[in-house]
Structures are given as structure tokens and as C-alpha cells.
């Protein structure tokens, strides 16, 4: 835990000794009272807490923020619903390099029982969000939906976008070469949009979708990646460009 992150609404309340980020803070930062450790607010500044006291049964901390953060690129993912425990690892992966929204999407192959995992019904999907986020140093979190189809979550992407969905089997360009990743300046504002099929990989009506959204297909290689491989992989070829 690289940030200790908080809720808005925890910020004027002692934090409890029962809570994970006391025992971090205890015990693996090992903060006495006067002590400083980084922090931040969810989705909001970054900055320094200070464990003002300690009682038996919380902490109380202070807080003084630093400048806003810059805005991140803005980046948005389409993937195909995964098992429950690859969607953990691309929640916290993908907002650790700094996806800005995440749609966990039925596809021609994809499971539908998927959408009904206690990953999401319970909001435990927040929380891996969330050490992505503490991990990247980070307070920023991604917008994340499991309900849409390949077809709604098109509708409700901007126009003027970067158009990519990684395929294996009918893209003719690698990722690292595709012109309209090494075309783009640095400084771009122009969001990105990547598309990533389930575990089976897409159908021939995905594509057919795809194809007709403007999308470009690019690979990554001749070797079959796990999606959430592929997912690491491509936001880093992105990232670096």
C-alpha cells in the first residue's frame, strides 16, 4: 500500500483500530503520534496524514492536501465478462496503470452468469479498484460497469476516439505499430478506447460489430495471452508511446 486511501466522508472521523489501513499504518508503517504518512482521497487530492493521537480503539489522523493531480489520459476498456478472478486482476491492474473507465461487457462468447458474481452484487469490485489505485500512488479510480452489452457499451463511447480491439486472429498490425497509436501526440487529450473479447476470444458477429464501429484490430504478438495478460500488456504498449 503505496497510498493509504480515504473516503471523503471518512476524513473527519477517527479511523477505527479494526480497520486494515490502522493495522498498515501501525504496523507496517510504523507511525507513532506526530508521525506523517502519505495519503489521499478517493478520487480527489493527494497529500500527508498525521496520527495526531492514538486510543485504545481508533487513531486520529489530520490531513494536508497537495495540488490537484494532473488529468490522466482518458482511456476506456471494453472486455469481454471474465471469471470473477480474472475480472479482480484487470480491476486492480488496469486502474494501477491508469485506465479512467472499465466496462465488463456480454459478448457473443462470453458467460452471462458472470454479471452475477457477488464480485459485483456485493461492490466487492471496489475494493481491488481501489489497491490498484493505492499501488499506482494514486487516489484516482476508473468507472467501472458489468451490465452492458458489446453493443450498448458502444453507443455510448464519444465519436472522436482512437478505435482498437486486440484480436489474435484476424488483426494484420501489431499494437506497438499501429499508426494510430504511434501517430497520436504524447499530449494528446483524444480518448482510447480498447476492446478485449472474453476468455473464448470474439465471435464472428463481434467483429462484424467491431468493424462496423470504426474499431481497428491490432495483436500482440503470436502467442494466446490470458486477457488479463493482454490487458497489462496493452494499456503498457499505450503508455509508453
Not at 488529468?71 to 470473477?84: D, E, Y
Not at 485506465?99 to 452484487?121: G, K, M, Q, V
Request: with cysteine; charged share 20%; aromatic share 6%.
Amino acid at each position: 500500500m503505496n497510498l493509504v486511501l480515504f473516503e471523503p466522508s471518512e476524513l473527519s472521523a477517527p479511523l477505527p483500530r479494526t480497520d486494515p489501513r490502522a493495522a498498515h499504518i501501525l504496523n507496517v508503517l510504523r507511525r507513532q503520534p506526530g508521525d506523517t504518512f502519505d495519503a489521499g482521497t478517493v478520487n480527489g487530492p493527494r497529500g500527508k496524514a498525521t496520527l495526531a493521537s492514538l486510543s485504545a480503539d481508533s487513531l486520529a489522523l489530520t490531513f494536508a492536501w497537495d495540488a490537484p493531480q494532473p488529468p490522466l489520459p482518458p482511456t476506456t476498456l471494453l472486455i469481454g465478462l471474465p471469471r470473477p478472478q480474472t475480472a479482480r486482476d484487470i480491476l486492480r491492474d488496469a486502474t494501477t496503470l491508469g485506465a479512467t473507465c472499465i466496462h465488463f461487457i456480454a459478448t457473443e462468447r462470453a458467460d452471462p452468469n458472470y454479471a452475477t458474481s457477488t464480485l459485483w452484487t456485493s461492490g466487492e469490485w471496489r475494493r481491488h479498484c481501489l489497491a490498484g489505485a493505492a499501488q499506482a500512488f494514486d487516489t484516482r479510480i476508473p468507472e467501472v460497469t458489468w451490465t452492458h452489452t458489446l453493443a450498448s457499451a458502444l453507443a455510448t463511447l464519444p465519436p472522436s476516439a482512437t478505435r482498437l480491439a486486440l484480436d489474435n486472429y484476424e488483426a494484420s498490425s501489431p499494437l506497438q505499430v499501429c499508426h494510430l497509436i504511434s501517430d497520436k501526440p504524447s499530449d494528446s487529450t483524444e480518448e482510447l478506447i480498447l476492446v478485449f473479447g472474453p476468455e473464448r476470444g470474439f465471435g464472428p458477429v463481434d467483429r462484424e460489430v467491431l468493424r462496423s464501429a470504426g474499431f481497428a484490430l491490432a495483436h500482440l504478438g503470436t502467442r494466446v495471452l490470458r486477457v488479463e495478460t493482454a490487458v497489462v500488456a496493452a494499456l503498457a504498449i499505450t503508455r509508453a508511446g
